[in-house]
């Protein structure tokens, strides 16, 4: 074995990616790496016996995909799927491109095994649908409110006068508990002799 022929079984073989080598003549599969035996759940034995749309829930457009890495400049990158033995779907993402020796094109393709990055994706696109349908429900006032400088009612775009709290449980998610203040209690019924003043704890 030359040293560049190792070489190349370092790379193939050591990559995290699975990756196989494809004869698009006769759309056999000619070598592949242990990371794509794992990805599939195949052994390397029945790879090399399979055609590369085996391993596809598109068979058509696998063959497609090889014929378009066979252009001038052919190089295919995109999201497809990989069909394990156990019947599973793998997203994944896929290069594919030519390789030439002296009397053969190959095709050399890269398999990405991407269901973390999906699943990733799904976790934030449930977040955001969440979040937007929060805000549906959120009610907000802004801009200006005409106000009774005496009573304290507001009113509203119709023109009638609502109660300040009656008015802002309608246009926000604030809810009143209802009590009375010290000025108010000395206003109502004499200062001090209703209120006990809390003392201060050293």
Request: hydrophobic share 30%; proline share 5%.
């Amino acid at each position: 074995m030359s040293e560049s022929e190792e070489l190349y079984k370092l790379l193939f073989n050591g990559a995290r990616d699975g990756m196989w080598l494809i004869n698009p003549v006769e759309h056999s599969v000619v070598d592949a790496n242990q990371s794509l035996v794992t990805l599939t759940g195949y052994t390397k034995e029945e790879l090399l016996s399979m055609q590369p749309q085996n391993i596809s829930p598109d068979p058509e457009g696998t063959v497609q995909i090889m014929k378009n890495a066979l252009q001038p400049g052919g190089e295919i990158f995109m999201e497809r799927a990989v069909k394990r033995k156990d019947g599973k779907i793998i997203p994944v993402e896929i290069s594919a491109r030519p390789m030439k020796t002296r009397n053969q094109t190959y095709i050399i393709g890269i398999f990405r095994d991407i269901r973390d990055r999906k699943k990733m994706d799904e976790e934030k696109e449930n977040l955001i649908r969440e979040l937007e349908s929060a805000l549906k429900e959120v009610k907000s006032l802004s801009g200006l409110l005409p106000i009774c400088s005496s009573c304290k009612k507001i009113r509203d775009d119709k023109g009638y006068w609502n109660r300040l709290e009656e008015y802002i449980q309608k246009h926000s998610s604030a809810q009143f508990s209802h009590g009375i203040c010290p000025d108010c209690c000395d206003r109502l019924y004499g200062k001090e002799e209703w209120y006990i003043k809390p003392r201060k704890i050293e």
